[in-house]
């Protein structure tokens, strides 16, 4: 079973930046468009930023221009790069294959995450 250990998160200032790394085990990260998602208190996990296996990315609206998702094949990990932090993007992030929506939610399995909290 593919493991996936998301690090980086913590505690910034709005206005600040982080950078999360998301590492696999396996080659899921070279075989599979891979993405980055979170949750906030009380909300719905949504999807955030993904890239496909040829390098395409993609974004939410929310953070189209402040978040950029990149990946190192030969290292099997996934990396967000988040700047100009709003309190707004407080949550915790997890990264996840590209995965389908059954049911009004995305289908799988979750690893722990990395906590973002922005606050000044």
């Known amino acids: 079973q593919v493991q996936l250990v998301e690090s980086g998160g913590g505690l910034v200032q709005p206005g600040g930046s982080l950078r999360l790394s998301c590492a696999a085990s396996?080659?899921?990260?070279?075989?599979?468009?891979m993405g980055w998602y979170r949750q906030a208190p009380g909300k719905q996990r949504e999807l955030v930023a993904f890239?496909?296996?040829?390098?395409?990315?993609h974004y939410a609206d929310s953070v189209k221009g402040r978040f950029t998702i990149s990946k190192d094949n030969g290292k099997n990990t996934v990396y967000l790069q988040m700047v100009s932090l709003k309190p707004e993007d407080t949550a915790v992030y997890y990264c996840?294959?590209?995965?389908?929506?059954?049911?009004?939610?995305?289908?799988?399995?979750w690893g722990q995450g990395t906590q973002v909290i922005v606050s000044s």
């Open positions: 996840n294959a590209l995965l389908p929506v059954i049911g009004g939610q995305f289908s799988g399995s």
């Open positions: 396996g080659s899921i990260i070279s075989t599979k468009a």
């Open positions: 890239i496909t296996i040829g390098g395409m990315t």
